[in-house]
């Protein structure tokens, strides 16, 4: 799994994969359509290096958390 920054988009949907929320609940959350969160969800574990549903979680812990974050919706 790679180290690299992510924007704060890249944050959300990481954390919403973690708490494993469907592409559309992502989308209706966030704007934009499934088929787009989709994308989004491909490009991201692909520049992570991620694959398991574990690692998922792994990379939420470590990349994607800040001191003002309250959950998931």
């Known amino acids: ?5 992510l924007s704060p988009r890249e944050k959300q949907l990481l954390r919403r994969l973690a708490a ?3 592409d559309a609940q ?3 959350r966030l ?3 499934a088929k787009q969160i989709s994308e989004q969800r491909a ?3 692909t520049k992570l290096g991620v694959s398991a549903p574990a690692e998922i979680a792994d990379a ?3 990349l994607a958390s800040w001191s003002t974050y309250r959950g998931v919706t």
């Open 26 to 28: 992502i989308a209706e």
């Open 1 to 5: 799994m790679r180290n690299l920054p």
């Open 20 to 22: 494993r929320k469907t």
């Open 60 to 62: 939420t812990e470590r």
């Open 31 to 33: 704007g934009g359509t």
């Open 43 to 45: 490009r991201l574990l």
